[in-house]
């Protein structure tokens, strides 16, 4: 760590801890998607809905915070770019349940289980990790095993594209499902656009 002389604005980091734990319950919510009928699926939308709100909110008070203060505890645009990160993790998820509730899907495929899993991991990591920007302490297994599930996820995904283009599917349904399938993997995309932005602050105070 760089020795400073000069005090840091340190609400970031429980900024920072408060969206990726709101990640967390956004996963949880994908979770119960998952074996909920279609007649819960409009309750649990609109918990999804809510948790996102608190989301954005969450990220305005980073932009807020980030504006009023005068000496940040590490680069502005690496504080910008991880809340939006963070930011953006919450909305493709908040887009996946919804697509499942507009959509009025009776059955998500086969794998899309194990999408989900990925994401339940990637955001229980993704919410350890958030304090630990205060020493940068064991952040390298954290952005290590977040690439690894993002490729573990882009293997799941294409076993999925593979699955809705064989044949079983009418041509509607499958542009309905690959929707909701691309957007789950952008949720993947986003976690580790996260690690990469931590391990790019954790390189320049290093």
């Known amino acids: 760590m760089r020795f400073r002389l000069t005090p840091r604005e340190t ?40 948790a996102e709100h608190a989301g954005d909110d969450a990220t305005h008070a980073i932009f807020h915070q980030l504006n009023s ?4 505890p590490f680069d502005r645009e690496d504080i910008y770019s991880l809340a939006s990160c ?15 509730v507009l959509y009025q899907v009776e059955e998500l495929p086969k794998g899309v289980e194990q999408q989900i899993e990925v994401l339940s991991r990637a955001a229980e990591l993704t919410a350890e990790a958030m304090p630990n920007l205060r020493t940068m302490d064991n952040l390298t297994e954290y952005w290590i095993e977040v690439n690894r599930l993002e490729n573990q996820a882009d293997q799941i995904h294409r076993k999925l594209l593979a699955h809705l283009f064989n ?18 993997e952008e949720a993947a995309d986003a976690f580790e656009h996260v690690a990469n932005t931590v391990e790019t602050i954790a390189v320049k105070e290093s």
Not at 11 to 36: C, P, Q, R
Not at 69 to 72: A, D, P, Q, V, Y
Not at 167 to 184: F, H, T
């Open 11 to 50: 609400s970031f980091y429980d900024m920072f801890a408060a969206s990726a734990d709101n990640i967390v319950t956004g996963s949880k919510l994908l979770m119960e998607l998952l074996g909920a009928d279609s007649s819960a699926r409009a309750e649990i939308a609109e918990r999804m809905r809510a």
């Open 69 to 72: 203060s005068f000496i940040t």
């Open 86 to 100: 963070l930011d953006d993790i919450m909305d493709f998820m908040e887009e996946a349940v919804d697509l499942v």
């Open 167 to 184: 044949g079983k599917y009418d041509a509607m349904d499958v542009l309905k499902l690959k929707q909701i399938v691309d957007v789950l």
